[in-house]
């Protein structure tokens, strides 16, 4: 969907000029998944099927509602299901609709070396354009929440695209439209984050006093949000507790790439100039000794 | 008019040896650093675009490295650092002004060629391992994504390396006159040895 909105890209991969994003007033949007509501019908990994025209291969049940047992190339959207024990014999059965973050700050597109084939839009969905993928996995390796897959058919990655062409023309995504519980809310991320929280407090009302709105600063926010019942301890369902962009990215993506092209050019650069002042480095002729 | 003696320096199959992994290098080397910075992308279309230089990239390095194993199995000896080669190094300075003549005398190698090809045989082990890794699609999977962060910043950094040493290698060579014929030849003449490699001068005509 590059073309649609070529207008609203605040961030690209691999590129070092500023992106055409000239439409400042578009809306951040954000998505709110309120585990809470989840009833896990999976038709959320239905309607993203159909309206992705996706069609995963048949996996093996593996003694779990979990099907596929986690995200593939084909399958952007994926219920999870987490039997726990908070606390001793309280046993909870938590469910998480698992997916792309949509990252403020996106560790993909940060470590993607392919000029567009991530792009970040101004209502801040984070979205790949896998036509100019060129598979090598670095979006893998920079996403915090092990989101992106790589097709084995075509090498390309792939991931949720929050629907970047159904909210580009004012709908709401597929899963969003589908839920029959309204576990999943769509909106302006100010609306979202105001629900969450409200949310949030109705849980601890109800008795879950650690209830809250995951919405990770350490990659500056998300476009996609949890309501979760145990918002102090993430890792029950497989979030991390305070996810960032790996110092390892950082470094390698960060300052590590100027420095080291600067260095390889100044080291032919100073060869140059040390050829020029000291001169090559010659035997004395024989022909001129004898002379 | 006496013709200029010459002293063989490389076999044929060395040379030919050098060749092909100096080329092998220009080709993993272009098509890696097309990822390493955006302004260097443009490299990747050298190869066919961005996924073919991603393809293309491993199957070069790997040739880079079988063919440096190559070299590294009859060089290595010659390469070993001695006690020469630290007193050596103390006048490293003089010899970058030009003063080769002042220079303490080396034998086939000085301690800047040696360690050219030590930097060379680190980051090339560190690029293979490292590049295997991650090479897509076959060995990746095989990996957590922790451990392949660390894998491809090593490997970036194995890389300038690298690079960095073939700068000094190639513009040593070219610094040096009379160097480059020892690859493309395969010979240098007496007075090249004498200037840059006395003892091995020694050595190479003894009992003439």
Same mark, same amino acid.
């Given at each position: 969907?590059?073309?649609?909105?070529?207008?609203?890209?605040?961030?690209?991969?691999?590129?070092? @000029?500023?992106?055409?994003?000239?439409?400042?007033?578009? +809306?951040?949007?954000?998505?709110?998944?309120?585990?809470?509501?989840?009833?896990?019908?999976?038709?959320?990994?239905?309607?993203?099927?159909?309206?992705?025209?996706?069609?995963?291969?048949?996996?093996?049940?593996?003694?779990?509602?979990?099907?596929?047992?986690?995200? @593939?190339?084909?399958?952007?959207?994926?219920?999870?299901?987490?039997?726990?024990?908070?606390?001793?014999?309280?046993?909870?059965?938590?469910?998480?609709?698992?997916?792309?973050?949509?990252?403020?700050?996106?560790?993909?597109?940060?470590?993607?070396?392919?000029?567009?084939?991530?792009?970040?839009?101004?209502?801040?969905?984070?979205?790949?354009?896998?036509?100019?993928?060129?598979?090598?996995?670095?979006?893998?390796?920079?996403?915090?929440?092990?989101?992106?897959?790589?097709?084995?058919?075509?090498?390309?990655?792939?991931?949720?695209?929050?629907?970047?062409?159904?909210?580009?023309?004012?709908?709401?995504?597929?899963?969003?439209?589908?839920? +029959?519980?309204?576990?999943?809310?769509?909106? @302006?991320?100010?609306?979202?984050?105001?629900?969450?929280?409200?949310?949030?407090?109705?849980?601890?009302?109800?008795?879950?006093?650690?209830?809250?709105?995951?919405?990770?600063?350490?990659?500056?926010? @998300?476009?996609?949000?949890?309501?979760?019942?145990?918002?102090?301890?993430?890792?029950?369902?497989?979030?991390?507790?305070?996810?960032?962009?790996?110092?390892?990215?950082?470094?390698?993506?960060?300052?590590?790439?100027?420095?080291?092209?600067?260095?390889?050019?100044?080291?032919?650069?100073?060869?140059?100039?040390?050829?020029?002042?000291?001169?090559?480095?010659?035997?004395?002729?024989?022909?001129?000794?004898?002379? | 008019?006496?013709?200029?003696?010459?002293? *063989?320096?490389? *076999?044929?199959?060395?040379?030919?040896?050098?060749?092909?992994?100096?080329?092998?290098?220009?080709?993993?080397?272009?098509? !890696?650093?097309?990822?390493?910075?955006?302004?260097?992308?443009?490299?990747?279309?050298?190869?066919? !675009? !961005?996924?073919?230089?991603?393809?293309?990239?491993?199957?070069?390095?790997?040739?880079?490295?079988?063919?440096?194993?190559?070299?590294?199995?009859?060089?290595?000896?010659?390469?070993?650092?001695?006690?020469?080669?630290?007193?050596?190094?103390?006048?490293?300075?003089?010899?970058?002004?030009?003063?080769?003549?002042?220079?303490?005398?080396?034998?086939?190698?000085?301690?800047? *060629?040696?360690?050219?090809?030590?930097?060379?045989?680190?980051?090339?082990?560190?690029?293979? #391992?490292?590049?295997?890794?991650?090479?897509?699609?076959?060995?990746?999977?095989?990996?957590? #994504?922790?451990?392949?962060? #660390?894998?491809?910043?090593?490997?970036?950094?194995?890389?300038?390396?690298?690079?960095?040493?073939?700068?000094?290698?190639?513009?040593?060579? #070219?610094?040096?006159? !009379?160097?480059?014929?020892?690859?493309?030849?395969?010979?240098?003449?007496?007075?090249?040895?004498?200037?840059?490699?006395?003892?091995?001068?020694?050595?190479?005509?003894?009992?003439?």
């Amino acid at each position: 969907m590059g073309s649609m909105q070529s207008l609203d890209v605040v961030a690209r991969s691999a590129t070092t @000029t500023p992106t055409p994003q000239v439409r400042t007033a578009a +809306p951040q949007v954000a998505k709110l998944i309120d585990e809470s509501k989840c009833i896990g019908c999976k038709a959320c990994q239905v309607a993203c099927m159909n309206w992705n025209d996706l069609r995963d291969d048949i996996g093996d049940n593996v003694g779990v509602y979990d099907n596929p047992r986690d995200l @593939t190339a084909s399958s952007w959207t994926v219920m999870k299901f987490f039997e726990v024990e908070p606390e001793q014999g309280s046993l909870e059965w938590l469910i998480r609709k698992d997916g792309c973050m949509h990252c403020e700050d996106p560790g993909c597109l940060k470590a993607c070396p392919s000029p567009g084939a991530i792009v970040k839009y101004a209502n801040g969905i984070v979205d790949f354009h896998s036509e100019h993928c060129i598979g090598c996995g670095y979006c893998v390796k920079g996403c915090p929440f092990d989101v992106p897959r790589i097709s084995a058919k075509d090498n390309k990655a792939y991931k949720c695209t929050l629907c970047s062409d159904r909210v580009g023309v004012g709908l709401e995504p597929a899963c969003v439209k589908t839920c +029959p519980t309204g576990a999943i809310g769509f909106g @302006t991320k100010d609306d979202m984050v105001a629900y969450g929280e409200k949310r949030a407090g109705e849980l601890k009302e109800r008795g879950f006093q650690k209830a809250g709105l995951y919405n990770p600063q350490g990659v500056g926010g @998300t476009h996609v949000m949890y309501v979760l019942k145990h918002a102090d301890r993430p890792e029950l369902e497989d979030l991390p507790t305070d996810p960032s962009i790996s110092p390892m990215v950082s470094l390698w993506k960060g300052i590590a790439k100027p420095l080291a092209v600067a260095g390889m050019i100044g080291a032919v650069v100073a060869g140059f100039f040390h050829y020029m002042k000291v001169g090559p480095v010659e035997e004395k002729s024989e022909e001129k000794e004898q002379a | 008019m006496m013709a200029t003696k010459m002293l *063989q320096r490389y *076999q044929d199959a060395e040379r030919m040896n050098h060749w092909f992994m100096a080329l092998m290098f220009v080709f993993a080397g272009l098509s !890696g650093l097309a990822f390493f910075h955006p302004s260097l992308f443009f490299l990747s279309h050298l190869f066919g !675009g !961005g996924a073919w230089a991603r393809i293309l990239h491993p199957f070069m390095g790997v040739l880079m490295v079988l063919s440096f194993l190559g070299l590294f199995t009859k060089l290595w000896r010659d390469n070993v650092i001695n006690d020469a080669d630290r007193e050596w190094k103390k006048h490293a300075g003089r010899m970058l002004k030009g003063d080769k003549e002042g220079m303490p005398p080396v034998g086939k190698y000085n301690y800047g *060629q040696k360690m050219v090809f030590w930097a060379m045989a680190v980051s090339l082990v560190l690029l293979l #391992i490292t590049g295997f890794m991650f090479w897509r699609p076959w060995f990746a999977p095989l990996f957590p #994504i922790p451990v392949l962060r #660390i894998a491809v910043l090593v490997h970036s950094v194995s890389a300038v390396v690298l690079i960095a040493a073939t700068i000094m290698h190639v513009y040593a060579a #070219i610094w040096v006159k !009379g160097t480059v014929r020892a690859m493309t030849r395969g010979t240098v003449s007496e007075g090249w040895a004498k200037l840059n490699h006395p003892l091995w001068h020694e050595e190479m005509t003894k009992g003439r």
